[in-house]
């Protein structure tokens, strides 16, 4: 009778530890999966973050785009100020042929205004100079916005206001009206301008 006994016991006890093994595992599968969803969700709300990041960073651009050009406007709708887009517009065309994508490696000139470094870096000592808190990057001469921007701080620091002034100067720096090797620049650029207006 006593080995009965102890015999049931050892079975209840073997049974018992089966179940509690096997819940245990039931549940550890139920983590595991669990964590597995929660590691998903995590990703996929890190990706939204990203995309939300980005699309704030293109809603910025694009505003700052767009104040730009009603700024452009508001200046420049004017019969002087219509001048100054159309120079713009003909040292765009002899620089780049109005292309915003142009390079030039060996003078690591960019985009539609051919942009080097030493001109961005110009800029911004004009910027610090006239205490404003606008300054700009390298990357910026891709943008043709911001490239204009910063043809337009240019000239009227060094106060050009003829066409020439304004294409010698651009192609020689500040003392270009004065240097001799701009002047086929200047004729180019005048070209360009004849052939614009005489489309009109």
Request: glycine share 4%; proline share 2%.
């Amino acid at each position: 009778m006593n080995s009965v006994k102890f015999f049931l016991i050892i079975a209840m006890l073997f049974l018992s530890s089966i179940f509690v093994i096997t819940t245990v595992v039931r549940y550890e599968n139920k983590i595991s999966k669990l964590e597995t969803i929660i590691d998903t969700l995590n990703q996929e709300i890190e990706c939204n973050n990203s995309m939300l990041d980005f699309n704030n960073k293109y809603q910025e651009e694009l505003e700052h785009q767009l104040d730009s050009l009603q700024k452009r406007y508001r200046i420049f709708n004017t019969e002087p100020g219509n001048d100054f887009i159309d120079i713009m517009n003909a040292i765009m065309q002899v620089e780049s042929s109005g292309n915003a994508d142009a390079y030039n490696k060996s003078e690591d000139a960019v985009g539609i205004l051919q942009i080097r470094q030493c001109m961005v870096d110009d800029i911004n000592r004009i910027q610090k100079r006239k205490n404003k808190n606008i300054f700009y990057t390298y990357d910026d001469r891709w943008c043709v916005n911001k490239s204009s921007e910063m043809f337009e701080i240019f000239c009227k620091y060094y106060g050009l206001e003829t066409g020439e002034q304004i294409a010698r100067c651009w192609n020689g720096g500040p003392r270009g009206i004065n240097n001799p090797y701009t002047l086929g620049y200047w004729n180019k650029v005048e070209l360009e301008l004849e052939e614009s207006y005489a489309s009109r």
